[in-house]
């Protein structure tokens, strides 16, 4: 049985011109719950979410493990209309033909105007998004 049975996770895009943000939406459509966070290690950008490239997992160009002196959690109260939401926020580089994608422990370069599929590696997760760079 999970800690947080209730909780459930969407993807939700924000990106605009040179900056890329998905908001990682964490919700209930139950009871509420005090529901802890913690990201220090920036697990989720290098390793939870990732990008498929007609089916296939996209490879990073660069990987930063970050071991932070402490490590802090935060408690959120999770309710049907109170979800917490942890934004994943990087910067777009035009290099051509392509696009340099660097998020804060983890970096991909990806061809414009492709059509690629982000997922969040979870059961908890109901959507995937399909971004184009």
Same mark, same amino acid.
């Given at each position: 049985?999970?800690?947080?049975?209730? +909780?459930?996770?969407?993807?939700? #895009?924000?990106?605009?011109?040179?900056?890329?943000?998905?908001?990682?939406?964490?919700?209930? @459509?139950?009871?509420?719950? @005090?529901?802890?966070?913690?990201?220090?290690?920036?697990?989720?950008?290098?390793? +939870?979410?990732?990008?498929? @490239?007609?089916?296939?997992?996209?490879?990073?160009?660069?990987?930063?493990?970050?071991?932070?002196?402490?490590?802090?959690?935060?408690?959120?109260?999770?309710?049907? #209309?109170?979800?917490?939401?942890?934004?994943?926020?990087?910067?777009?580089? @035009?290099?051509?033909?392509?696009?340099?994608?660097?998020?804060?422990?983890?970096?991909?370069?990806?061809?414009? #105007?492709?059509?690629? =599929? +982000?997922?969040?590696?979870?059961?908890?997760?109901?959507?995937?998004?399909?971004? =184009?760079?």
């Amino acid at each position: 049985m999970s800690k947080y049975e209730n +909780l459930k996770l969407k993807l939700q #895009n924000n990106s605009k011109d040179d900056k890329f943000e998905i908001n990682l939406i964490h919700f209930t @459509d139950s009871e509420e719950f @005090d529901f802890e966070f913690e990201n220090s290690t920036y697990w989720i950008e290098r390793g +939870l979410l990732e990008f498929y @490239d007609n089916g296939i997992k996209m490879q990073y160009v660069e990987l930063m493990l970050i071991n932070p002196r402490e490590r802090k959690k935060t408690t959120h109260r999770i309710s049907v #209309n109170n979800p917490f939401k942890y934004n994943i926020k990087g910067k777009l580089i @035009d290099k051509g033909n392509n696009i340099l994608l660097k998020i804060k422990s983890i970096s991909y370069l990806l061809e414009k #105007n492709k059509k690629y =599929i +982000l997922k969040f590696k979870s059961e908890k997760v109901v959507n995937e998004l399909e971004i =184009i760079f």
